[in-house]
């Protein structure tokens, strides 16, 4: 299995990893809570689901409108006062339900391929913090 067909599954059973990395991100990490009160979870897992297609995508065939979309992205989170250190926190809980979710399916060499992924994008979205743009 790699990244492509990974996301598929992701897809095929809609919110599930949305679910599951929710419920292990906030418990792990109550200092989050905060930015979580006002959200609307349903509209928030798909939300999740589709920065996951966008993350695939601009690992496996990026372009500069994805690029920019996520560097906006970062721009709107740092427009929300989420701190940088927020992110380390977020990956390490999307790694662990990413391997609850793939179970006997995910493997060393799909882990490498999503932490890569989301480091691509987490680079980009580091550099819309440092875009000075009112969201």
Do not use: C
Request: net charge neutral; aromatic share 12%; glycine share 2%.
């Amino acid at each position: 299995m790699d990244i492509h067909d990974s996301l598929q599954l992701i897809l095929q059973a809609k919110d599930q990893l949305a679910g599951l990395f929710y419920e292990r991100f906030l418990a792990d990490y109550p200092e989050v809570r905060p930015f979580f009160e006002k959200v609307d979870f349903a509209r928030q897992r798909v939300l999740l689901t589709t920065t996951l297609m966008i993350i695939e995508r601009n690992y496996t065939e990026p372009t500069p409108a994805i690029e920019q979309y996520l560097q906006y992205l970062g721009t709107r989170h740092r427009a929300m006062e989420i701190p940088r250190s927020s992110y380390a926190k977020w990956i390490k809980s999307m790694m662990a339900a990413m391997r609850q979710f793939h179970g006997q399916q995910w493997s060393p060499e799909l882990e490498q391929q999503w932490r890569s992924a989301i480091e691509r994008a987490r680079q980009l979205m580091l550099q819309g913090y440092d875009v000075h743009i009112t969201v």
